[in-house]
């Protein structure tokens, strides 16, 4: 009898066991109790246990949030409930995830917001649009941008080359290739001045000026020894960060001692307490504790992260 050998994904708990046995060509992580997985080129929903709550009937599908999914069938995008019942029929182009009360949706080429009964909030106008951040959201009409409120009427006329969300209070925008920020009254806070430049946060934004990335303030001034302050950042994961030492990867602290000896040559961060290492290019995915040792070796073709202590593998099972 002639087998076959095919990748196929499962989940696992904190010990590396399999709770719900590799048999799917596609996973994602649990949300409100339910996962979308895919066998046969359709995407259902699976519970915890690994039983099939919602059949496997839908082109795609989408996390539940809220209590609703975004799913497609027919090459349309609508929204069921956890019974895998339409709320909101598959009538659109395209849609996102509802998010406080409002999902985008795109309809003759046209993107809009629509409520959680299937209601236009803001009607499909739009070339293009963001989410709304601090009340507000920037669109593209008739080739230029502008912001709308949660009605859709303009806040701020389109008259910018691009346009990015607000953040902490202002928007970064763009007019003849260069970049300046704006406040919700639409007002010029500061200049266009900078080549390249991103949204603040944490009442800081950083700049490029000439060939140089700095810092700068809400009101455009420059903040000292930011340039080396950019060079340097370091995102921490659970007190964590990787460094790289020739061609390993180790873990250290924040105070710069290193916890984990460089000797992966691919690390990932911690999440729940164990990070997805592999000690060669090619080798398999394992798991470690924050001290470094195998929390279980390397078993896994490819390895997420842990979630509500349960990650998604992928091995190589014969059929």
């Not at 039983?51 to 999914?69: C, E, K, N, V, Y």
Request: glycine share 10%; net charge negative; hydrophobic share 35%.
């Amino acid at each position: 009898m002639k087998t076959e050998k095919k990748l196929l994904w499962g989940y696992i708990d904190r010990t590396g066991q399999f709770i719900i046995d590799p048999q799917f060509e596609g996973t994602a992580d649990f949300s409100e109790g339910l996962a979308v997985v895919r066998k046969d080129y359709l995407s259902g929903y699976i519970d915890r246990a690994g039983t099939l709550q919602i059949p496997f009937r839908f082109q795609s599908a989408d996390d539940f949030h809220d209590g609703m999914a975004r799913v497609m069938v027919d090459d349309k995008w609508g929204f069921i409930d956890a019974t895998g019942n339409f709320i909101i029929p598959p009538e659109f182009e395209k849609a996102e995830k509802f998010i406080d009360g409002l999902a985008k949706v795109m309809t003759d080429g046209k993107y809009g917001f629509i409520n959680r009964n299937g209601e236009y909030s803001v009607e499909p106008l739009f070339e293009y649009m963001g989410d709304f951040h601090e009340g507000l959201a920037w669109v593209k009409y008739d080739g230029k941008y502008g912001y709308v409120d949660a009605s859709g009427k303009f806040a701020i006329e389109p008259q910018f080359e691009n346009a990015n969300d607000f953040s902490d209070g202002l928007a970064l925008v763009r007019n003849n290739n260069l970049c300046g920020y704006i406040n919700p009254q639409g007002e010029t806070v500061i200049p266009f001045e900078y080549k390249a430049a991103c949204d603040f946060t944490d009442g800081k934004a950083r700049v490029k000026i000439d060939r140089d990335w700095i810092f700068i303030d809400k009101s455009g001034r420059i903040l000292p020894d930011t340039y080396s302050e950019f060079q340097q950042a370091t995102t921490y994961h659970e007190g964590l960060t990787t460094f790289l030492e020739g061609d390993k990867v180790g873990y250290k602290d924040e105070s710069g001692e290193v916890v984990i000896p460089p000797k992966y040559a691919l690390a990932e961060p911690f999440c729940e307490g164990l990070a997805r290492v592999a000690t060669g290019q090619r080798s398999k995915w394992g798991y470690i504790d924050r001290t470094g040792q195998w929390a279980f070796k390397q078993k896994f073709t490819q390895a997420m992260d842990f979630h509500d202590g349960i990650a998604r593998v992928l091995t190589e099972e014969t059929l």
